[in-house]
């Protein structure tokens, strides 16, 4: 399935790479987010109205989003981390605004501890079990 990742700002780009590898691993098409191409860091920033096109356009092409919380991957560990709560960024919210406005299914690692989002938007919380995004949507 062609996922489109959300991340968190803090997350660094091994462990965006990381978290890919392992997508790519279970059979998903990863679309990194704007400013990351594959598993290299764009060294320029792309700037603001650019970015936003760029992931916006992404989320619409995508299959379904996932949203890489950093609790995912504190402490030297996995995506399949133990499940503690991780907030989301503005940023963050305004791209699952839009996964939902285009019914996109919305898959999130680790519960956003802000429980009337994640029923609005009707996600999908795996609690760090990345491998319970099924590889094909039906529907």
């Known amino acids: 399935m062609k996922l489109k990742l959300i991340v968190d700002s803090e997350l660094s780009h091994e462990e965006i790479s990381e978290l890919g590898m392992q997508l790519e691993n279970l059979g998903h098409n990863v ?24 992931d916006f356009g992404a989320i619409q092409s995508a299959q379904a989003v996932l949203l ?26 305004i791209e699952l605004g839009v996964a939902s406005y285009l019914l996109k299914p919305i898959f999130i690692i680790h519960p956003t501890g802000r429980p009337e989002l994640e029923t609005d938007l009707k996600t999908t919380v795996l609690n760090g079990d990345i491998g319970l995004i099924p590889k094909e949507i039906l529907g």
């Open 31 to 54: 679309v990194y987010p704007a400013g990351i191409a594959g598993r290299q860091h764009i060294r320029h920033r792309i700037e603001g109205q650019k970015r936003i096109t760029e």
């Open 68 to 93: 890489a919380n950093t609790a995912a991957f504190r402490s030297g560990s996995s995506a399949s981390a133990s499940p503690t709560t991780s907030p989301c960024s503005d940023s963050m919210l």
